[in-house]
């Protein structure tokens, strides 16, 4: 999730290696101790980075053929030390190493610095069987294919569905040797490869995050004799995950989170340009206007750029995962609706894209997990329709891009966890979920909280994706307390975050 524009195209430039020639032959497919050393990173942060060796095909055992993980250390500040604490940062398809530099900082002194911090690029990244299907243009062609809202014309569901279909074949035909190598049950083998590699207690310390909570809560419920500690945040229903073509639950608190947005603006008026003298009715019927006449008639910048309802949605929807971003976002809908369309364009582009992972690494590992494939786009109205059901404003963001190649997938994950998160674990779980998460709702995190035996979930009474982006130090010590202590916070606790919405200007 980390979606600095320079972060991105660093993540995109990384997208030209080459994948199958890193699966090598390797005599030995034992794990090492791991030999930590210099990071070829630029940073200066005191990282240290391994090697591990972990066979290509866990199912397999007469399959000799071995990868090799790049792993990274962010080391504790503290002594005594304490042990070790793997992170992942979600998408999935989301690296290790360079999140590790972006996120290392804020994670490490909420866990109070008495853990190293480990992460490493998960199969499909970086090094290690990067999912690139298109690396003659990787950022060409591919982006334009599927970022089409489905509301955006009556022909955009199939056109949807057709570009699904070549990103499948193109995918297939270039990654034919790795493409069923890359999915959530092989890195859960992997991290307790790590977990092993590092020679502390066997057990699994973790802190997930986003599409990371499905990393999560596959490794425990796969190894749930191996949890000691396991933070989800931002958590996904990892049910939908694996069964549906979509994963309609997504959107259920977006509307909310947008509604959030609006009442934040008119409650602090002095650092929201969008408040003017509204109500929050009239400022919400002024957003269906201008929803409306983005849809119906874009306006034309420089003669040569449209800010069509997809660009427009896409900005909207990607500034709802950070607060801090929110007076930002009003000044940017404030000067589509005074018809400043220069500073509106300074304003978003050079924004995120709308596929933020390396590569093609959120499509090979999330559509080889889906169990479900058709021929027939009919197949997933169902799912388009409890989408249509979720959001009213956002329904049609969240599926474009990766449901319809989903739907279509070539790849089928060698190894799935196939059961019902229902789940005994040494030690319990902490889920942790925002009130207006714009897209892994608290309704997932109760979901998913469900499941694992003893866990509780921590209500983040706050807004964006994640409790890390609207800070409170409530939830931050509740983590602490249980990385530190082992203590879970009291069942239906709710944290407050340290300051209001639109606290202070753009
Ligand atoms: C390394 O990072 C610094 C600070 O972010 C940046 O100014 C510099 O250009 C980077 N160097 C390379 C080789 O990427
Ligand atoms: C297992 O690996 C062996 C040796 O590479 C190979 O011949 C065999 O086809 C593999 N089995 C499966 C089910 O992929
Ligand atoms: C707000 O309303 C007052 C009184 O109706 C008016 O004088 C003022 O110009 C308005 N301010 C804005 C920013 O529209
Ligand atoms: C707007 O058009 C001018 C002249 O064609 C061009 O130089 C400029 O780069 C354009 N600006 C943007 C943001 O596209
Ligand atoms: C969790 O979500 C799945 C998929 O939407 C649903 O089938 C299941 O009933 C939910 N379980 C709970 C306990 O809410
Ligand atoms: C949160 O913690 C920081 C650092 O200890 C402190 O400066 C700040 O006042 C705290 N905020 C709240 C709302 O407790």
């Known amino acids: 999730m980390v979606s600095s524009s320079t972060v991105l195209e660093f993540f995109l430039s990384l997208a030209v290696k080459a994948s199958a020639e890193t699966i090598h032959q390797m005599a030995s497919s034992t794990t090492q101790g791991l030999q930590w050393g210099p990071c070829n990173l630029n940073t200066t942060l005191p990282v240290q980075c391994a090697k591990l060796t972990v066979p290509l095909d866990y199912t397999n055992s007469s399959d000799s053929r071995t990868i090799s993980l790049d792993v990274i250390k962010y080391p504790a500040q503290k002594e005594p030390k304490r042990g070790s604490i793997l992170l992942n940062f979600g ?21 109070g610095g008495y853990h190293d911090l480990i992460s490493w690029d998960p199969r499909g990244t970086g090094n290690t069987l990067l999912f690139n299907c298109f690396p003659v243009d990787p950022t060409g062609y591919y982006a334009g294919l599927g970022n089409t809202l489905a509301s955006a014309a009556d022909t955009a569901v199939g056109l949807l569905w057709a570009q699904g279909q070549i990103i499948s074949e193109t995918c297939y035909n270039q990654l034919k040797d790795i493409g069923d190598y890359v999915g959530m049950a092989f890195v859960a083998r992997d991290m307790m490869s790590i977990v092993d590699a590092l020679g502390e207690d066997g057990l699994l310390r973790y802190w997930g995050i986003s599409g990371g909570t499905t990393l999560g809560a596959t490794v425990a419920a796969m190894f749930p004799d191996k949890v000691d500690k396991v933070v989800l945040d931002g958590v996904m229903n990892a049910h939908q995950y694996y069964n549906m ?63 069509d309802l997809t660009i427009f949605k896409s900005h909207v929807y990607n500034s709802l995962y950070r607060p801090s971003s929110w007076p930002g976002l009003a000044l940017a809908i404030d000067d589509l609706l005074q018809g400043n369309l220069d500073t509106f364009a300074a304003r978003i582009l050079g924004g995120a894209g709308a596929i933020p992972q390396q590569a093609q690494a959120i499509l090979g590992i999330r559509c080889g997990d889906k169990r479900r494939r058709t021929g027939d786009v009919a197949d997933l109205a169902p799912d388009f329709a409890q989408y249509r059901r979720q959001s009213r404003w956002f329904w049609d963001w969240a599926w474009g891009y990766y449901v319809t190649p989903c739907a279509q997938w070539k790849f089928s994950a060698r190894e799935r966890y196939e059961g019902d998160f229902r789940v005994k ?65 009291a069942p239906g606790t709710v944290c407050e975050p340290n300051l209001p919405l639109f606290a202070t200007g753009a």
Not at 91 to 109: E, F, K, R, T, V
Not at 442 to 465: C, D, I, Q, W
């Open 91 to 111: 998408g999935p398809g989301q690296d290790g190493l360079n999140s590790m530099l972006a996120y290392a900082p804020i994670q490490g002194p909420i866990t």
């Open 245 to 307: 073509f979509g994963e309609p639950e997504m959107v259920a608190a977006t509307d909310a989170t947008w509604e959030q947005f609006l009442r934040g603006c008119i409650a602090m008026p002095q650092n929201c340009a969008l408040a003017h003298n509204r109500t929050f009715e009239e400022l919400e019927a002024t957003m269906l206007q201008l929803f409306t006449k983005m849809r119906e008639s874009p306006p034309v910048y420089n003669g040569s750029i449209v800010f």
């Open 425 to 489: 674990t040494r030690s319990p779980l902490l889920f942790v979920g925002n009130t207006f998460d714009p897209v892994t709702p608290l309704v997932s995190a109760r979901n998913m909280s469900e499941g694992f035996e003893g866990s509780v979930l921590l209500t983040h009474n706050g807004h964006g994706h994640l409790a890390l982006s609207q800070p409170s130090n409530c939830t931050d010590m509740a983590i602490q307390r249980y990385f530190l202590e082992g203590i879970l916070p």
